[in-house]
C-alpha cells in the first residue's frame, strides 16, 4: 500500500503493524515540530534555498495527514519565526507566500479529512493576502473535530509572553482583574489559550535549541531530536519519535503530574 508518502512504499505492511502498536499504548494527544533543514537540503541538492522551503511544505502534507491518521489530536508546526524576518528579502517573500500555496493546494483535502486550521504568532507586517488566505482556511475549517493543525506562524514565544503580560496589566487596570496572576490566569492570555501543551517536541536537523518557540508551554514535554532534514522527515521517523515517547512514559510509570 501506498497511501502515505510517495517516496517510500510499505508493502511489506511494517508502518500499519507499528501504526496499530503505538495506537494500543497512550498517544501523544499534542505533538510540536521545529521544522529544520530546508535550506541544507537544497544546498546539498546544489538548489536555492527556496527550492527546500517548496520540499517542506511538500512534506507538511504527509506528516499532516500521517498525525491524523495516527490519532494526534494537535500537531503544531513552526512554519516562521519573528527571527525568520532577517533572511535575504527574496527568501523571505517567498515564505510569505507559501500558506497561500499550501491552502490553494491542500485545503480541499484537509477538508476531507476533517482537519481543522489554525495559526498563533502576530498578525504584524504580515501581507494582507497571506492573512486573508489563513483567516478564510481557518473559517472555513473551523467546524472540523479532527487533527488541529497549528500553525506558528511570525510566532516568537517571548513576545507571546509579553503580550499576554501587557494585556494582563490592561485589564487589571480595568478592573477585570483582582486576583493574584496564578498559571491558569497566564495561560488564559497566551495564543495557546485553547491547546493543551505538547506533550512531545521534535526538532528536526540536528539542531538542540529551542529557538524561542513555546517556552512557556514545553515546560513538562518530552524532546526527540533527530538529524533528518525537514524535508527528508518521514512517516517512519515520526513513528520512530511516538514510540521513543510511549517508552519513556512506560518507564516513568505514566505522565507527571
Ligand atoms: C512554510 C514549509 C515547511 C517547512 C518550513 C519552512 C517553509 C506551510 C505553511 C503554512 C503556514 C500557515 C498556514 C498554512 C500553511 C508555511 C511558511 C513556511 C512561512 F495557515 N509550510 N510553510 N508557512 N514552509
Not at 16 to 38: F, W
Not at 77 to 103: H, I, Q
Not at 174 to 202: C, H, K, N, V, W
Request: avoid cysteine; aromatic fraction near 10%.
Amino acid at each position: 500500500m501506498l497511501w502515505f508518502s510517495k517516496k517510500k512504499q510499505f508493502s511489506d505492511g511494517s508502518i500499519e503493524e507499528r501504526v496499530d502498536s503505538v495506537k494500543q499504548r497512550e498517544l501523544p494527544s499534542h505533538v510540536a515540530i521545529i521544522m529544520d533543514g530546508n535550506g541544507r537540503w537544497a544546498k546539498e541538492r546544489l538548489l536555492p534555498r527556496i527550492a527546500g522551503h517548496k520540499e517542506g511544505m511538500e512534506n507538511v502534507r504527509t506528516i499532516t495527514r500521517f498525525a491524523n491518521h495516527l490519532g494526534i489530536d494537535v500537531l503544531t508546526l513552526y512554519a516562521f519565526s519573528t527571527e525568520n524576518w532577517k533572511r535575504s528579502k527574496e527568501e523571505v517573500s517567498y515564505l510569505m507566500k507559501l500558506p497561500e500555496e499550501f491552502l490553494d493546494k491542500f485545503l480541499p483535502e484537509l477538508m476531507e479529512q476533517n482537519v481543522k486550521v489554525m495559526t498563533i504568532g502576530e498578525v504584524t507586517s504580515v501581507p494582507d493576502s497571506t492573512l486573508n488566505a489563513i483567516r478564510e482556511a481557518s473559517e472555513k475549517t473551523k467546524e472540523n473535530t479532527g487533527l488541529v493543525l497549528n500553525f506558528a506562524f511570525n510566532y516568537g514565544s517571548r513576545a507571546e509572553m509579553l503580550l499576554a503580560v501587557n494585556q494582563i496589566v490592561a485589564d487589571a487596570k480595568e478592573g477585570l482583574i483582582d486576583e493574584p496572576i496564578d498559571e491558569q490566569l497566564f495561560e488564559r492570555y497566551l495564543m495557546t489559550s485553547d491547546l493543551a501543551d505538547p506533550d512531545l517536541l521534535i526538532r528536526t536537523s540536528g539542531e538542540l535549541r529551542l529557538s524561542n518557540f513555546m517556552l512557556w508551554q514545553l515546560a513538562y514535554t518530552e524532546f526527540y531530536f533527530t538529524d533528518m532534514l525537514w524535508p527528508d522527515f518521514t512517516e517512519d521517523e515520526f513513528l520512530t519519535a511516538v514510540e521513543t515517547f510511549q517508552a519513556r512514559s512506560r518507564r516513568f510509570g505514566g505522565r507527571e503530574e
